[in-house]
């Protein structure tokens, strides 16, 4: 069965001290992984989508890297407006009828000043 | 550009009554998907809607249906509401819905409560 683990389920950081977010997968036929963000009442805002091992993609103080198992969400030097839950969602599967994405349960992050 | 929206922003009901929950697309994108988001648990797939055919649905009773018009807005049904179908309920749109594996843009949700 396909699954997505996110790892911490939450993490506290001061401001200006780096960390990473983890999300690992087992699933048949990866066809992209997605990092989301989501603030308190709000929908998930999309961030990036990584396709194929050794890819990385920057955004700010974001950085996401992809392996064959796993996904790792690097933020270098945090600001308080960083804080929120960062989702980990996975497409797998060959056709059109697997366009659904499983999400994992996110990592909530909270930076303080 | 304007994004996914949604309507109603909050929505109580009752046990066993039905809900609707609309959905507009960002323009230009075809394919349309449902998500729950209840409470505690991460967000489960629902239903895909691409040129007006469901393509796909999640692990849900019938109960839970909708359907995709002309213009690619899209409406979610529940019927006999129960009081675990409590939860955020997200709708997401994407470029070409078929083999795809384009990003999918969220709306902010409608919050269904059961009471």
């Known amino acids: 069965e396909d699954q997505v683990t996110q790892s911490p389920e939450a993490l506290r950081l001061q401001e200006g001290e780096s960390s990473s977010l983890n999300c690992s997968y087992t699933?048949?036929?990866?066809?992209?992984l997605f990092w989301y963000r989501q603030d308190p009442g709000k929908g998930p805002e999309f961030l990036f989508t990584?396709?194929?091992a050794g890819e990385e993609k920057e955004k700010e103080r974001l950085k996401a890297t992809l392996t064959k198992k796993e996904s790792f969400l690097h933020i270098t030097a945090p600001k308080p407006e960083d804080s929120a839950t960062y989702l980990c969602a996975v497409q797998a599967g060959y056709g059109g009828a697997t366009n659904k994405l499983i999400f994992g349960t996110g990592t909530l992050l909270a930076v303080q000043p | 550009e304007a994004g996914v929206t949604q309507s109603p922003t909050h929505l109580i009901k009752t046990r066993g009554q039905q809900a609707t929950l609309r959905c507009s697309p960002i323009s230009g994108h075809t394919s349309v998907y449902w998500y729950q988001q209840a409470l505690g648990l991460g967000l489960q797939f629902l239903l895909w809607?691409?040129?007006?055919?469901?393509?796909n649905r999640g692990n849900f009773p019938p109960r839970f249906s909708g359907r995709q018009f002309p213009n690619y807005s899209s409406e979610l049904n529940v019927n006999a509401l129960e009081l675990e179908d409590s939860a955020l309920y997200l709708c997401?749109?994407?470029?070409?819905?078929?083999?795809?594996?384009?990003?999918?843009?969220f709306g902010d949700g409608t919050r269904l409560s059961i009471l």
């Open positions: 990584l396709y194929s």
């Open positions: 997401a749109s994407s470029l070409v819905g078929l083999v795809s594996n384009q990003p999918q843009h």
């Open positions: 809607y691409d040129e007006g055919e469901e393509r």
């Open positions: 699933v048949s036929g990866l066809r992209g």
